[in-house]
């Protein structure tokens, strides 16, 4: 999740994202290397809440490639935005071959929030200060098309990943109102978004009871969804329309021209298009598009099962929440009426101490009433944030596409950004390159020091959100 605009970023940061089993192992999930600010995959598959309760547990259960492989296009990263655009290119008739390094969902896709919610990470101002009013608009529109194409491919492919409607962002501070008021106002008038609502204290009732909040803007049309069921779904569609998915294969490297041919362990796939869709753990395959990305950990906790009755006295329509301070906290009911909390953000090289022990008390000071509660499962992921956190999509040559920067915004998008890739691909950019139009750069301060002057940054943000 993500800071501000919609879901959760946290605080600290990880030397490595801890995943941690019901019986609290410590075992280090990924590891972050400080110099080159990047994600390294030396580490075994999430024990996560959703691990335990999917079919598709996250571990490889496909082929590894071996061999010369000859295709039309190959992915690279086997999360949502990588099997989207599988999917969608197969759709097409197009030959489609997936690099995953590890397993379906084994990063952000299989770990997340799975708040399905409308807009970007980015302000629509920010945006429109960047590109102009009329692709504002555009992008906004695109990220609510984003929300209906994930509820259409959940419908086509009868993919069963608990999809919920209903999503509130929520006011914690009385100058928050305003500003709800103010986005409710952006919302309908300049967008023309009319499924959200503005809600006062005593219609917050109806959506999460808890003394914490003093209002919020409820949208019917985000929902949440079982991420990882999510994936593993949109992967098995593309298998079906006939693109091929090879887990345990690392792409190491591509060398670029009409034909692509990607390295990996064991062989290689020469191919006409390649699409790079491995989120912040993409690292050296692409070190020009690392320098504009930086993983930053997040993590989520889930509780024991609640009674039925009891999670609804919590969340009666069982909505998605997140707040809108810098660093949120974000939580919802699972399928098995459990409290899944997420919350806090890493970007420092510490790993978060005590973490489900911190994130714990963060959701009993929303719901004192929870007290009583086991943490069953803790774990965190990488989230890919962009310096202006709008997603940065675009082409390293003209027949190598790239999905990035989602910034804690990618439930939705991700899906509809393969789509725009299959379209680019197929002949028909204009809507990728709305995205792609957008300005990107380099976060400041070369590898020693990017992660630094972003945690000077975050201090600021922490104390905004205190005052
Ligand atoms: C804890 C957490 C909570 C979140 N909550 C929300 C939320 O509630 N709402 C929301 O909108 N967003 C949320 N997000 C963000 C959202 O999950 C991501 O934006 C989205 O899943 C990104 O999808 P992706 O396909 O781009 O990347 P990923 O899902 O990270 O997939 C990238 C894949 O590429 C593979 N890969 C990388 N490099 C290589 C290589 N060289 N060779 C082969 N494979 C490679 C990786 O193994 C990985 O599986 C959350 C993220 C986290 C971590």
Redesign the pocket.
């Given at each position: 999740?993500?800071l501000r605009t919609?879901?959760?970023l946290g605080a600290n940061n990880p030397v490595g994202s801890q995943a941690l089993n019901p019986v609290n192992s410590n075992k280090i999930l990924n590891t972050y290397d400080r110099a080159s600010c990047q994600v390294h995959?030396n580490d075994p598959p999430a024990a996560s809440y959703y691990a335990a309760s999917s079919a598709a547990q996250a571990s490889a259960k496909r082929e590894a490639l071996k061999g010369e492989l000859q295709t039309d296009i190959a992915v690279?990263?086997?999360?949502?935005?990588?099997?989207s655009t599988a999917l969608h290119l197969a759709k097409r008739g197009y030959r489609v071959a997936l690099?995953?390094?590890?397993?379906?969902?084994?990063?952000?896709?299989?770990?997340?929030?799975?708040?399905?919610?409308f807009g970007l990470a980015a302000s629509q101002k920010v945006l429109a200060a960047q590109v102009g009013a009329l692709d504002a608009r555009r992008l906004f529109d695109l990220s609510v098309e984003a929300l209906d194409l994930t509820q259409s491919l959940i419908r086509e492919h009868g993919i069963d990943c608990d999809y919920r409607p209903n999503h509130v962002h929520v006011a914690t501070k009385p100058r928050h109102l305003d500003e709800l008021k103010q986005w409710i106002d952006e919302l309908h008038g300049e967008y023309g978004y009319g499924s959200a609502r503005l809600l006062d204290r005593a219609g917050l009732q109806s959506h999460v009871r808890s003394d914490r909040y003093l209002g919020g803007i409820l949208d019917p049309r985000s929902g949440?969804l079982h991420?990882l069921k999510y994936?593993e779904g949109l992967a098995r569609a593309a298998e079906a329309a006939g693109a091929r998915i090879f887990e345990n294969?690392?792409?190491?490297g591509y060398q670029d021209g009409r034909e692509v041919v990607v390295r990996t362990a064991h062989g290689s796939v020469r191919c006409r298009h390649l699409a790079l869709?491995?989120?912040?753990?993409?690292?050296p395959?692409a070190p020009a598009l690392a320098r504009r990305i930086l993983g930053v950990g997040?993590?989520?906790i889930a509780t024991q099962p609640l009674d039925p009755t009891r999670a609804r006295e919590l969340l009666p329509s069982n909505a998605?929440i997140a707040d809108i301070n810098w660093i949120l906290d974000?939580f919802r009911l699972s399928a098995d009426q459990r409290i899944l909390f997420?919350g806090r953000v890493s970007y420092s090289a510490l790993q978060p101490p005590r973490l489900a022990d911190a994130m714990r008390r963060r959701m009993v000071r929303i719901f004192p009433q929870t007290a009583d509660l086991q943490v069953q499962y803790t774990?965190?992921?990488?989230?890919?944030i962009s310096l202006s956190r709008a997603p940065d999509f675009g082409r390293l040559a003209a027949n190598v596409f790239y999905?990035?920067g989602?910034?804690?915004?990618?439930?939705?998008?991700?899906a509809l950004a393969g789509k725009l890739v299959a379209e680019a691909v197929a002949g028909t950019a204009e809507r990728f390159d709305v995205f792609a139009r957008l300005p990107h750069r380099d976060f400041p301060g070369g590898p020693l020091f990017r992660r630094p002057s972003l945690v000077l940054a975050m201090l600021y943000y922490r104390l905004r959100d205190i005052l």
């Open positions: 999740m993500l919609n879901v959760a995959l690279i990263g086997g999360g949502i935005a990588g099997c690099l995953e390094a590890r397993c379906v969902g084994y990063g952000a896709s299989g770990r997340s929030g799975g708040q399905t919610i949440h991420p994936t294969t690392q792409a190491l869709c491995g989120n912040a753990y993409l690292g395959v997040t993590y989520m998605a974000y997420g774990w965190g992921g990488f989230l890919d999905l990035q989602f910034s804690g915004h990618g439930m939705a998008l991700t």
